[in-house]
């Protein structure tokens, strides 16, 4: 079991800037946070959950069009930690953004293929 706390959400004006953490609890034995894919996704009200990005194992990174330029996620393997860093922040970024890992092989952007989630953090973007 990995329990993922995210936090840095906040209010922002458009064009502004966050950074987003997503703390890991120790992983089951025999295993390391750095083996697990790590990813974040973000659900705006009445929309469906959408892949934002991922980092894989090797830590290559993966990013939804829609924010590809914008955001860059990293992770400190050493803290259990990943980060997302969002930069020039639209009113359409406005939504919960999720963190989520996944142990096992599969795709990076669709939520069913994660093993655990975190209870996510809000992002308002103001016009």
């Known amino acids: 079991q990995v329990q993922l706390v995210e936090s840095g959400g906040e209010l922002v004006q458009a064009g502004g800037s966050l950074r987003l953490s997503c703390a890991a609890s120790?992983?089951?034995?025999?295993?390391?946070?750095?083996?697990?894919?790590m990813g974040w996704f973000r659900q705006a009200p009445g929309k469906e959950r959408e892949f934002v990005a991922a980092?894989?194992?090797?830590?290559?990174?993966y990013y939804a069009d829609s924010v590809k330029g914008r955001f860059t996620i990293s992770r400190d393997n050493a803290k259990n930690t990943v980060y997302l860093q969002m930069n020039s922040l639209k009113p359409e970024d406005t939504a919960v953004y999720y963190c989520?890992?996944?142990?096992?092989?599969?795709?990076?952007?669709?939520?069913?293929?994660?093993?655990?989630w975190g209870q996510g953090t809000q992002v308002t973007v103001s016009s």
């Open positions: 989520a890992a996944r142990y096992k092989s599969g795709s990076y952007a669709k939520p069913g293929d994660y093993d655990y």
């Open positions: 120790p992983p089951a034995s025999g295993r390391t946070f750095s083996s697990y894919a």
């Open positions: 980092i894989g194992w090797t830590s290559t990174p």
